[in-house]
Nanobody, 123 residues
Framework: QVQLVESGGGLVQAGGSLRLTCAAS????????KGWFRQAPGKEREFVAA????????YYADSVKGRFTISRDNAKNTVYLQMTSLKPEDTAVYYC????????????????WGKGTLVTVSS
Protein backbone atom coordinates (compact mmCIF):
# COMPACT_ATOMS: atom_id res chain seq x y z
CA GLN A 1 0.00 0.00 0.00
CA VAL A 2 1.38 3.35 -1.04
CA GLN A 3 1.75 6.04 1.57
CA LEU A 4 2.81 9.64 1.04
CA VAL A 5 3.95 11.46 4.15
CA GLU A 6 4.55 15.19 4.15
CA SER A 7 6.78 17.00 6.61
CA GLY A 8 8.42 20.37 7.07
CA GLY A 9 5.40 22.56 7.67
CA GLY A 10 5.24 25.05 10.50
CA LEU A 11 4.91 28.67 11.47
CA VAL A 12 7.08 31.22 9.68
CA GLN A 13 7.08 34.98 9.35
CA ALA A 14 6.29 36.66 6.08
CA GLY A 15 9.39 36.74 3.90
CA GLY A 16 10.71 33.55 5.40
CA SER A 17 11.36 30.14 3.90
CA LEU A 18 10.32 26.56 4.44
CA ARG A 19 11.17 23.28 2.75
CA LEU A 20 8.48 20.65 2.52
CA THR A 21 9.34 17.00 2.03
CA CYS A 22 7.10 14.20 0.79
CA ALA A 23 8.39 10.70 1.35
CA ALA A 24 6.75 7.73 -0.31
CA SER A 25 6.62 4.27 1.18
CA UNK A 26 5.07 0.98 0.26
CA UNK A 27 6.44 0.94 -3.25
CA UNK A 28 8.78 2.97 -5.36
CA UNK A 29 7.13 5.90 -7.09
CA UNK A 30 10.16 6.92 -9.09
CA UNK A 31 8.19 6.57 -12.33
CA UNK A 32 5.26 8.64 -11.05
CA UNK A 33 4.77 12.30 -11.68
CA LYS A 34 4.35 14.22 -8.44
CA GLY A 35 2.87 17.46 -7.30
CA TRP A 36 2.00 19.75 -4.44
CA PHE A 37 -1.41 21.20 -3.77
CA ARG A 38 -2.71 23.38 -0.96
CA GLN A 39 -5.98 24.10 0.70
CA ALA A 40 -6.70 27.14 2.80
CA PRO A 41 -9.65 27.22 5.24
CA GLY A 42 -12.92 27.61 3.38
CA LYS A 43 -11.29 27.27 -0.02
CA GLU A 44 -10.91 24.53 -2.57
CA ARG A 45 -7.73 22.56 -2.98
CA GLU A 46 -5.52 24.29 -5.53
CA PHE A 47 -2.49 23.38 -7.59
CA VAL A 48 0.89 24.67 -6.42
CA ALA A 49 3.63 22.84 -8.34
CA ALA A 50 4.30 19.60 -10.20
CA UNK A 51 7.19 17.68 -11.66
CA UNK A 52 7.38 14.87 -14.18
CA UNK A 53 8.83 11.50 -13.30
CA UNK A 54 12.39 12.22 -14.33
CA UNK A 55 12.43 15.75 -12.98
CA UNK A 56 13.10 17.55 -16.24
CA UNK A 57 9.76 19.33 -16.51
CA UNK A 58 8.29 21.46 -13.73
CA TYR A 59 5.07 23.42 -13.53
CA TYR A 60 3.96 26.15 -11.15
CA ALA A 61 0.87 28.10 -10.27
CA ASP A 62 1.25 31.76 -11.19
CA SER A 63 0.88 32.70 -7.53
CA VAL A 64 4.06 30.87 -6.54
CA LYS A 65 6.19 31.18 -9.67
CA GLY A 66 9.61 32.55 -8.86
CA ARG A 67 9.21 31.86 -5.13
CA PHE A 68 8.68 28.08 -4.91
CA THR A 69 10.81 25.30 -6.38
CA ILE A 70 9.79 21.68 -6.76
CA SER A 71 12.41 18.96 -7.03
CA ARG A 72 12.68 15.23 -6.57
CA ASP A 73 15.16 12.54 -5.59
CA ASN A 74 14.04 9.25 -7.09
CA ALA A 75 16.71 7.32 -5.25
CA LYS A 76 15.09 8.46 -2.00
CA ASN A 77 11.51 8.18 -3.30
CA THR A 78 11.06 11.79 -2.22
CA VAL A 79 9.79 15.07 -3.62
CA TYR A 80 10.51 18.50 -2.16
CA LEU A 81 8.95 21.95 -2.24
CA GLN A 82 11.30 24.79 -1.39
CA MET A 83 9.26 27.85 -0.48
CA THR A 84 10.82 31.29 -0.23
CA SER A 85 9.51 34.83 0.20
CA LEU A 86 6.47 33.40 1.91
CA LYS A 87 3.34 35.50 2.19
CA PRO A 88 0.38 35.27 4.57
CA GLU A 89 -1.75 34.15 1.63
CA ASP A 90 0.45 31.05 1.35
CA THR A 91 -1.05 29.82 4.61
CA ALA A 92 -2.70 26.46 3.96
CA VAL A 93 -2.43 22.73 4.40
CA TYR A 94 -0.02 21.48 1.75
CA TYR A 95 -0.63 18.09 0.19
CA CYS A 96 1.67 15.85 -1.78
CA UNK A 97 0.23 13.98 -4.77
CA UNK A 98 1.47 11.26 -7.10
CA UNK A 99 0.10 9.73 -10.25
CA UNK A 100 1.48 7.20 -12.75
CA UNK A 101 -0.44 8.50 -15.77
CA UNK A 102 -0.25 12.29 -15.80
CA UNK A 103 1.46 15.25 -14.20
CA UNK A 104 -0.92 16.27 -11.39
CA UNK A 105 -1.89 19.87 -12.16
CA UNK A 106 -5.47 19.39 -11.05
CA UNK A 107 -6.73 17.50 -8.00
CA UNK A 108 -9.19 15.49 -10.10
CA UNK A 109 -8.29 11.86 -10.62
CA UNK A 110 -4.97 11.86 -8.82
CA UNK A 111 -4.18 8.38 -7.56
CA UNK A 112 -2.29 9.04 -4.35
CA TRP A 113 -2.43 11.76 -1.71
CA GLY A 114 -0.65 12.48 1.51
CA LYS A 115 -2.49 13.70 4.61
CA GLY A 116 -0.99 17.15 4.46
CA THR A 117 1.26 19.44 6.46
CA LEU A 118 0.19 22.84 7.76
CA VAL A 119 2.07 25.95 6.72
CA THR A 120 1.22 29.15 8.55
CA VAL A 121 2.73 32.46 7.48
CA SER A 122 2.34 35.32 9.92
CA SER A 123 2.37 38.95 8.85
Amino acid sequence: QVQLVESGGGLVQAGGSLRLTCAASGRTLSSYAKGWFRQAPGKEREFVAAINWIGLNTYYADSVKGRFTISRDNAKNTVYLQMTSLKPEDTAVYYCAADPSFVPRTPTGVDYWGKGTLVTVSS
